[in-house]
């Protein structure tokens, strides 16, 4: 599709025709896209490639420049494929307009084309891909979060199309099912709070007056949705990275003005937290990453601790309590450009037969080289089920580590996927 250079590196881009729907490889066609990376100067051509699998669901690959972050690690060894998994960047999208341009209008219609959007197609699609540019050699992978969720899958399903693969923060409960991964995670949450409170204590006060200030008056974000407590409480989800803690303080210390009113730069700076524009199938999907079998039926509402009431952040002076990477039917209620999936993603919550996403036969018969980087007090995807699966998987060797959040592969520049790579090869 196109070539081009960054400080350091050259960039082709890639368009892999896939079938929509796997089981059905003479229907429908999609296209995935992908940018490869090499280092320039290097014989890319020459290099063994790197699949990398973005965290998510929903998100496409990182706009990376140059050698920025943990590519330059990897150039020195790979030349790296940087997927959008299929309904994310340039790859055929998913959102409530595409659908309707395609027919899909009906609840039930929408909610079965979404139904192939999970790990279990972004693997097939992955399958292809590898078959396409490597033929018979199989390749690296490393997947970060949700990417980790896919590569575990990727093990389950096609272990002799990985030479060796990486996991960061994306170790998932082989037999967890959503609400499982919700109770500790919500546990890991109200660490994170107490340990921000006893960083910032100002701002137990000032959490408290901002969601009094939104409960009395009411606001609407610029796109015209409402703010509620409970959005406010979404911000917990910053707490789960390296920065966050710093970043809440800071959205705190400027949400009101000095009539005690909500600013129009916290106001604007919340509808970019609570949008869901840019990655329509991490709202919509989010559960069903966990599903096996069973119906999720909107697990992260079903397992919500009581001490997390919107209204009890009204009541007294006990500090605000935080949410974390939970969804709940209210985000894509008042998102305008999901509503239109609502009905949808009540059918997706109700879906009781979803396919298995792991075989743990095979993970234990695994002998592919394989790594994990597991963060001790990951908020995210919850230590105590990955170690678990680290466990169960032949071959795997995890490091736990308390130095790195989940964002660690991104920020450590390098050091994660390094350690990662001598692990694999016996150096560690």
């Known amino acids: 599709m196109g070539t081009y250079r960054h400080p350091g590196t050259v960039v082709t881009e890639h368009a892999f025709s896939v079938p929509l729907d796997h089981s059905r490889p003479d229907g429908e066609r999609i296209e995935v896209f992908a940018r490869e990376v090499a280092a320039a100067g290097s014989k890319g051509t020459a290099l063994p490639w790197l699949l990398f699998l973005q965290g998510g669901p929903g998100n496409a690959a990182g706009r990376m420049t140059g050698r920025a972050a943990w590519l330059d690690r990897a150039l020195r060894d790979y030349r790296v494929l940087l997927l959008d998994q299929r309904g994310t960047g340039r790859s055929t999208q998913v959102s409530a307009r595409s659908l309707a341009r395609r027919g899909l209008v009906t609840p039930g219609q929408q909610a079965e084309y979404l139904t192939l959007f999970r790990a279990d197609s972004i693997v097939r699609d992955a399958e292809l891909i590898r078959r396409e540019v490597c033929g018979e050699a199989p390749w690296s992978v490393l997947g970060q979060s949700f990417g980790g969720f896919c590569t575990v899958t990727y093990l389950s399903l096609f272990p002799e199309g990985i030479a ?17 991964a919700y109770r500790l995670t919500y546990a890991a949450v109200a660490g994170k709070v107490a340990e921000h409170y006893e960083r910032y204590p100002m701002d137990a006060g000032r959490a408290r007056s901002v969601a009094r200030a939104i409960a009395t008056g009411q606001p609407r974000l610029p796109d015209g949705r409402p703010l509620t407590v409970a959005g406010l409480q979404a911000l917990g989800q910053l707490l789960g990275t390296g920065t966050g803690s710093h970043e809440l303080h800071f959205l705190l210390e400027d949400a009101l003005d000095d009539g005690g009113e909500l600013t129009d730069a916290f ?4 509808l970019g937290r609570l949008s869901f524009a840019g990655m329509p199938l991490y709202a919509v999907l989010h559960e069903a990453c966990y599903a096996q079998g069973q119906a999720t039926r909107w697990a992260a509402t079903r397992a919500r601790p009581a001490w997390l009431d919107p209204a009890a952040a009204l009541e007294g002076d006990a500090p605000l309590q935080f949410t974390g990477e939970m969804i709940y039917p209210w985000m894509v209620e008042h998102d305008p450009l999901l509503a239109p999936l609502r009905e949808a993603a009540d059918l997706l919550a109700d879906k009781d037969d979803w396919p298995p996403l792991y075989d743990p036969g095979r993970l234990a018969a695994c002998g592919v080289p394989a790594a994990a980087a597991v963060y001790y ?4 995807v919850p230590r105590e089920l990955s170690m678990q699966t680290a466990a169960a998987i032949g071959g795997l060797r995890a490091w736990v580590t308390s130095e790195w959040e989940h964002d660690g592969l991104r920020v450590s520049n390098g050091a994660v996927l390094g350690r990662l790579i001598a692990m694999n090869r016996g150096e560690l």
């Open 164 to 180: 060796e693969a990486m996991i960061t923060g994306g170790l998932p409960g082989l037999a967890a099912s959503a609400e499982d």
């Open 267 to 270: 106001l604007h700076a919340m």
């Open 377 to 380: 007090g990951d908020m995210y």
